[in-house]
């Protein structure tokens, strides 16, 4: 079965676009056949984006990780008016988030990673929809590996719903993180993670 997190050349192309309003920023998105929530703006994204703009501290720079047609990225940059980088390993998201940071008029760079191995410079922000199909190996990879990647004080936000191992990807993660169930919502659970080292050296 191919999946959003997979290059399907052989897909065939249905351009639709979808609208998102959040307080009096609009946006407009383009998606396509084989990329994550082709229709509409996904529950968990929105939820992901609202509840860190209600929890925001100042930042200068984000990391989208698996940023699919560009949703999360886009929105943050654009209200908070700061750089952000976004990556997939999905060639046709990619090439929709790329037009979307344009649609959208937001300072962004969209470029393919697998993980972070394209990954150079350091953020205040990492923010990730991780791809719970791709597996617990992969989502456990993004979420491990952010904190090489985070600024002193930076801090890392991931949404992950409860009967997908919420739980239990939590327990991993207590190993490098000092982590906070920050909102539940319909099964969803929004995440903050800072790297224990930061912590420790506060």
């Known amino acids: 079965m191919d999946h959003y997190f997979t290059n399907n050349e052989n897909l065939k192309s249905e351009i639709r676009n979808i609208r998102y309003n959040y307080d009096n920023y609009n946006f407009n998105f383009l998606a396509d056949n084989g990329v994550f929530s082709k229709d509409r703006i996904d529950y968990g994204s929105r939820l992901l984006v609202s509840t860190y703009l209600i929890n925001k501290k100042n930042i200068n720079n984000l990391l989208d990780a698996g940023c699919g047609y560009g949703y999360i990225g886009i929105v943050l940059s654009k209200i908070l008016n700061v750089y952000a980088d976004m990556i997939d390993i999905n060639k046709r ?100 993670a800072v790297d224990l080292k930061t912590v420790k050296n506060c």
């Open 93 to 192: 998201a990619l090439h929709l988030a790329k037009k979307n940071v344009g649609l959208n008029e937001v300072d962004a760079k969209v470029f393919y990673s697998d993980s972070y191995e394209n990954v150079t410079d350091k953020y205040d922000l990492i923010i990730t929809n991780p791809p719970i199909r791709a597996g617990k190996e992969v989502i456990l990879k993004i979420l491990n590996q952010a904190k090489n990647y985070l600024n002193k004080n930076g801090e890392l936000w991931f949404v992950i719903r409860k009967d997908q191992g919420a739980k239990s990807i939590i327990r991993v993660l207590e190993k490098n993180y000092t982590l906070e169930v920050v909102k539940k919502s319909k099964g969803f659970w929004i995440v903050k």
